[in-house]
T-cell receptor, first 110, second 112 residues
Framework: DAGITQSPRHKVTETGTPVTLRCHQTENHRYMYWYRQDPGHGLRLIHYSYGVKDTDKGEVSDGYSVSRSKTEDFLLTLESATSSQTSVYFC?????????FGPGTRLTVL | GESVGLHLPTLSVQEGDNSIINCAYSNSASDYFIWYKQESGKGPQFIIDIRSNMDKRQGQRVTVLLNKTVKHLSLQIAATQPGDSAVYFCAENMDSNYQLIWGAGTKLIIKP
């Protein structure tokens, strides 16, 4: 987890409310990723970024948006949270091939 | 579609024995493979990687074997310890935007 922090670490929210998760890195890596992890599905890519203001969709991007205004920060936003978005969210960074992961954010949508 | 998968969802091993976790991949164009360890409540942790121009790579107590002929990857853990209990994921890198394709994971259980 060195060099990668996620905030908040835990959040409980209600259906229909907006939620923003933050990933912060101190490694100056170009690539950043958001994954969600659910039982029986392993890790699934939501969005990724290949530079400041450069982002692209992953396999489960519906209902999520991202922004990257600085190299060190990658934000994941749920515009209107739904119960199906209850999950553990991981941020990852990479400079080349290997991805390194943050500690995760446990999000519960009631 | 292309995928990376695991043969066994759960593996139970006696403490002190060697563990072997297997992974199958289907894309012969993949050129980089990674094993991750995930302990309960934590993010995946990099263990070891291997490129397609190699068939074996060793780390501290871990060895990764790559068989390109049958598209098979394995992780060997020597002298398994209680701290090795975790879920192990293989991942495959096959394109230029550095996305990984993930297997579902194998849970390693250590018996005392």
């Amino acid at each position: 987890d060195a060099g990668i922090t996620q905030s908040p670490r835990h959040k409980v929210t209600e259906t229909g409310t907006p939620v923003t998760l933050r990933c912060h890195q101190t490694e100056n890596h170009r690539y950043m990723y958001w994954y969600r992890q659910d039982p029986g599905h392993g890790l699934r890519l939501i969005h990724y970024s290949y530079g400041v203001k450069d982002t692209d969709k992953g396999e489960v991007s519906d209902g999520y948006s991202v922004s990257r205004s600085k190299t060190e920060d990658f934000l994941l936003t749920l515009e209107s949270a739904t119960s199906s978005q209850t999950s553990v969210y991981f941020c990852a960074i990479s400079g080349r091939d290997t991805q390194y992961f943050g500690p995760g954010t446990r999000l519960t949508v009631l | 579609g292309e995928s990376v998968g695991l043969h066994l969802p759960t593996l139970s091993v006696q403490e002190g024995d060697n563990s072997i976790i297997n992974c199958a991949y289907s894309n012969s164009a993949s050129d980089y493979f990674i094993w991750y360890k995930q302990e309960s409540g934590k993010g995946p942790q990099f263990i070891i990687d291997i490129r397609s121009n190699m068939d074996k790579r060793q780390g501290q107590r871990v060895t990764v074997l790559l068989n390109k002929t049958v598209k098979h990857l394995s992780l060997q853990i020597a002298a398994t310890q209680p701290g090795d209990s975790a879920v192990y994921f293989c991942a495959e890198n096959m394109d230029s935007n550095y996305q990984l394709i993930w297997g579902a994971g194998t849970k390693l259980i250590i018996k005392p």
